[in-house]
């Protein structure tokens, strides 16, 4: 009985060999917009991402604060780029993890886990917990004073709080396309692999 099961899951996963490139191109996409939308943003508001950078009292305080900004716009903006094409996959995922692991370590760290404030999730620390009595409130004062069923039509209010979740997702992310590659059939990486290989085999 489990000899069969376990010949079903094996023939289960030849069948979907040939879909293996699906995942890696979800992943691509799905981190195109991300990247994309924080470089650009980064070089658009350059002067004040480079003040945010190295000032110390309001800022992140790191040193040679315009090339950390220059490195890190132009990591995401160009490898948005790349992530869409799927050229140079495995290469521009490392400085992309690298940006997310250094965004969750000075920018979210002292915020905890969430991203968005839930007194009810199990990581919820003191600054989530006192951000949903500032949504009650604010909440209330809209209800009084504003016209609360048109403000919430597109959803519900939120308290952000800054937390690591998102960049550590997008890390891990990076992570798996570090190991995965482009995809089979839906990169460049593939067509350029093969093209390789076939110069290679002449």
């Not at 995942?23 to 658009?44: C, D, E, H, Q």
């Not at 965004?103 to 969430?114: L, S």
């Not at 009810?120 to 069923?149: C, D």
Request: hydrophobic content about 50%.
């Amino acid at each position: 009985m489990l000899s069969s099961f376990y010949r079903y899951y094996l023939q289960l996963g030849r069948t979907f060999i040939h879909l293996d490139g699906i995942p890696a191109l979800a992943i691509r996409l799905y981190l195109v917009p991300v990247f994309w939308m924080a470089g650009t943003s980064k070089l658009n508001n350059f002067d004040s991402t480079v003040a945010w950078f190295g000032n110390a009292d309001w800022g992140l305080g790191l040193p040679l604060p315009w090339l950390m900004a220059a490195l890190a716009s132009a990591t995401e903006a160009l490898g948005a780029i790349l992530l869409l094409l799927g050229f140079g996959t495995r290469l521009i995922s490392i400085p992309l993890a690298i940006t997310m692991l250094v965004a969750a370590f000075t920018v979210h760290w002292q915020n905890g886990w969430q991203a968005i404030a839930d007194a009810s999730a199990p990581f919820a620390n003191a600054s989530v917990h006192t951000a949903s009595e500032k949504l009650e409130r604010a909440r209330e004062i809209l209800q009084t004073h504003g016209n609360y069923e048109w403000l919430t039509e597109s959803g519900n209010f939120v308290i952000l709080n800054n937390g690591i979740e998102f960049s550590i997702t997008y890390l891990i992310l990076c992570l798996a396309l570090l190991v995965m590659g482009g995809g089979r059939y839906v990169s460049l990486d593939h067509y350029v692999g093969l093209k390789h290989s076939v110069n290679c085999n002449h």
